[in-house]
């Protein structure tokens, strides 16, 4: 079992940055792909980044490149979302996962933590 606990999220006008965090606890972090996954109001979730167990591969999806970053640190058992340039759109509960699969499924979650972005 991996148990995963976000913190960072909260209320932010469009233009502002928000970083948030994942904890992972549990089993050995560094044998996780990471990532992390939004669903807003009224929509199905969908994969806003990921990262490689290693971190050096990362994918981004459309909405979100040039403007968001992730990144992990193995020593502390930590992935992050770095999010500069918000606008309204971004605005959503945003979910931590994890996955031994190199591309299968994620299978641990963490409970969400809300990003709002007020135009």
């Known amino acids: 079992q991996v148990q995963l606990v976000e913190s960072g999220g909260g209320l932010v006008q469009a233009g502002g940055s928000l970083r948030l965090s994942c904890a992972a606890s549990?089993?050995?972090?560094?044998?996780?792909?990471m990532a992390w996954f939004r669903r807003a109001p009224g929509k199905e979730r969908d994969i806003v980044a990921s990262i490689a167990s290693s971190g050096l591969g990362t994918y981004y999806a459309d909405s979100v490149k040039g403007r968001f970053t992730i990144s992990r640190d193995n020593a502390k058992n930590t992935v992050y979302l770095q999010m500069i340039s918000l606008v309204p759109e971004d605005t959503a509960v945003y979910y931590c996962a994890a996955t031994r699969a190199v591309n299968g499924p994620y299978t641990y979650w963490g409970q969400g933590t809300q990003v709002t972005v007020s135009s």
């Open positions: 549990g089993r050995t972090f560094s044998n996780y792909r």
